[in-house]
């Protein structure tokens, strides 16, 4: 029984709050989220990602490994992703990020949290981090083909995560109020996205509902199965393959859409926006299911 009261204590409130989004959404389908987009990007992400980083009790030495564990799973989806493109005749280079970069901010950080306290946010962000980064570097060479590190350099979140790395191999804390200002922006900021998480999905439409479920498949079940692939190879136990298993489980990330919108044809950004939606309905099903399967091995 506590297994399950404490299943709802995490996936109730993220639930809640994107559901709140999806009302505002719904009321006023005019409803601006640019400063929430924004605020996340030059504020929010970086104050989540130094906070996560500095302030949660991991280690540099499990930062790395969780940060090589994380690119070896995306070649993993990779690898699933080209696979499942290329048997449907689909672009496998432009289509394929909502494939290979999950959700791992907007729902896994808060998921992970509520799950497994100030450490589980700390090992979720070692694997937001390779998913950020891979954004701006793999997500936008595979959106335009060719290779540009103008929008990574410009990537405010990348160079938190490069300065809250220095801390932890230096093994020095930050200042209190620095600290302190980075939880502020972190919390804050993990509210703001899953109501603009909601938002987003009163939008984004459907237009290839087979291709969709396809790739949704490849996402949220293919995904936990190369997580499980890695626990087991690597002899994870407790929290964090706790925590691995719930990131790799998440639903196509939106950013993906974000960055197709830039560089891909109308064609590619529709498939995106088709695979993001259909595979973040479907994870309300599939995600209470990961994180009870979490909870009862990896715990």
């Avoid at 499942?84 to 672009?91: A, E, G, R, T, V």
């Avoid at 690597?234 to 919108?261: D, H, N, R, W």
Wanted: proline share 5%; with cysteine.
């Amino acid at each position: 029984m506590e297994i399950y009261l404490k299943l709802i204590d995490v996936i109730v409130p993220v639930f809640t709050l994107i559901g709140i989004g999806f009302y505002l959404g719904k009321k006023n389908p005019n409803y601006d989220t640019k400063f929430i987009t924004n605020f996340a990007a030059k504020f929010g992400s970086p104050g989540i990602a130094f906070y996560a980083i500095t302030s949660t009790g991991i280690s540099f030495n499990l930062f790395i490994s969780f940060f090589f564990y994380t690119l070896l799973a995306i070649i993993g989806f990779a690898i699933i992703g080209i696979i499942i493109l290329s048997i449907q005749k689909k672009d496998y280079l432009s289509e394929l990020p909502p494939l290979i970069l999950p959700n791992c901010g907007n729902m896994g950080l808060p998921i992970c949290l509520f799950a497994y306290g100030k450490i589980g946010l700390g090992v979720a962000s070692a694997i937001s981090a390779v998913v950020i980064i891979s954004h701006f570097t793999l997500g936008v060479f595979l959106a335009s083909k060719k290779i540009s590190f103008k929008i990574f350099l410009e990537s405010v979140p990348v160079y938190a995560v490069l300065i809250a790395v220095g801390f932890l191999y230096y093994n020095v804390h930050p200042p209190k109020f620095i600290e302190n200002t980075a939880f502020l922006l972190a919390y804050s900021t993990i509210a703001l996205i899953l109501m603009s998480l909601g938002i987003a999905l009163t939008k984004l439409k459907v237009f290839s509902l087979k291709s969709a479920i396809i790739s949704t498949f490849a996402r949220l079940i293919l995904g936990p199965l190369v997580a499980l692939g890695l626990i087991y190879f690597f002899e994870l136990k407790g929290v964090p393959a706790g925590v691995l298993l719930i990131q790799c489980a998440m639903p196509s990330a939106i950013l993906t859409y974000l960055v197709g919108s830039m560089y891909s044809s109308k064609k590619v950004v529709n498939s995106i926006a088709s695979t993001i939606v259909v595979s973040t309905i479907v994870s309300f099903l599939t995600i209470p299911i990961i994180v009870f399967i979490s909870l009862k091995y990896f715990f």
